[in-house]
């Protein structure tokens, strides 16, 4: 049996890391080692990880999560690397079946989504319903991997050099991070490994529970999935977690809908011609927008929810959208500058690791 080791990063994680080191520990099949890496945070994580009697490494820099996984596993003794996150609670035989799934011959990593959120109510539970509608299809094998609910050969990822480090040319000074794990997946694919999809293996997550929050979160990942699809433009024909038609459809209604306000608008203030322009783009544009989350509502009734529930899901699903164009402004923005490789064998260059 191979050995285990699972990696953890957290910042300000104080408040729930405690319950998901004791969702480890309490493992049908026991980790080998636990690794927290607390990624500079401002409060007491690492001290309450190390009450557990985990190994901790505290980052003197706060880097992002990817540096942080990078760090933990170059510390790690297992054979295989396990990751969740610090805001999940894993099942006990979560560990058991998702590195049971690196038996299979050519299968180099395994993922899987979420099982529910930790804390019920109207946002977090529509989050994960619409996280569990946009997998449902998803088939065996994807070119993606879920960092809160993952675990890899080790060989594999020293292979393709852990998650990618690059910056972008005019701030040189943090990594980017947001969408390291359909990156990861894609290297790993491309070096010819599998990655196994298990959608019947989810861990508990602490969903945004503010729409605010929720919203700020969307357009970040937006922005990311951007500047990703910059840095790496094959992944355009990879197989990840979600539809990247879909995605394009919902931008292009949103950026027509837009478009046409503003022709609209300049209409009004005496454009001559402009009418028309209008027209045309919001008699396409609109309805395309509003229809489009009708899918997702109709899964949400499928799934038990009632009128109440579907009609906020419906506002909220139209505020998401416009969240994800100015993150898609921003991130095609910020990506024209290009980027800086990052050399990923020398991310503990960013840190002191202390025990």
Not at 82 to 110: K, M, Y
Request: net charge neutral; with cysteine; glycine share 10%.
């Amino acid at each position: 049996m191979k050995s285990v080791t699972v990696i953890v990063p957290a910042y300000n994680a104080r408040d729930t890391i405690g319950a998901c080191i004791e969702s480890l520990l309490g493992q049908t099949r026991r980790p080998d080692e636990v690794i927290i890496v607390d990624d500079c945070s401002r409060d007491d994580t690492a001290r309450v990880a190390l009450n557990y009697g985990v190994k901790v490494i505290k980052l003197e820099k706060n880097s992002g999560p990817g540096v942080a996984r990078n760090i933990g596993a170059a510390a790690a003794a297992g054979e295989i690397l396990a990751f969740t996150d610090s805001d999940c609670v894993a099942p006990p035989d979560w560990l058991e079946r998702i590195v049971g799934a690196l038996d299979a011959p050519g299968v180099v990593a395994a993922t899987g989504g979420y099982a529910g959120p930790v804390q019920d109510g109207f946002l977090t539970r529509l989050q994960h319903l619409i996280i569990r509608q946009r997998q449902s299809a998803l088939p065996p094998e994807i070119d993606s991997t879920i960092t809160s609910n993952f675990a890899c050969l080790k060989s594999a990822f020293e292979f393709v050099g852990g998650f990618p480090l690059y910056y972008l040319k005019r701030d040189p000074t943090k990594p980017i991070w947001g969408n390291e794990d359909e990156e990861l997946g894609f290297l790993l694919t491309r070096a010819g490994g599998k990655i196994r999809w298990m959608s019947d293996i989810g861990v508990l997550h602490l969903f945004r529970l503010s729409l605010t929050g929720y919203l700020r979160q969307q357009r970040f990942y937006a922005e990311r999935i951007i500047m990703s699809h910059f840095r790496f433009p094959e992944m355009a024909r990879s197989r990840t977690n979600y539809s990247r038609l879909n995605g394009a459809l919902h931008l292009g209604s949103i950026l027509g809908l837009g478009l046409g306000l503003f022709a609209l608008l300049a209409w009004l203030a005496g454009l001559g011609g402009m009418q028309w322009v209008a027209a045309g783009l919001l008699g396409v544009s609109a309805p395309v927008y509003l229809l489009l989350p009708i899918p997702v509502l109709l899964d949400l009734r499928r799934r038990g929810q009632n009128g109440k529930f579907v009609t906020q899901a419906y506002v909220v699903l139209l505020a998401v959208d416009i969240a994800w164009l100015s993150g898609a402004v921003t991130g095609t923005m910020l990506s024209l500058g290009g980027f800086i490789d990052g050399n990923r064998e020398s991310s503990a260059a960013f840190a002191a690791a202390d025990q």
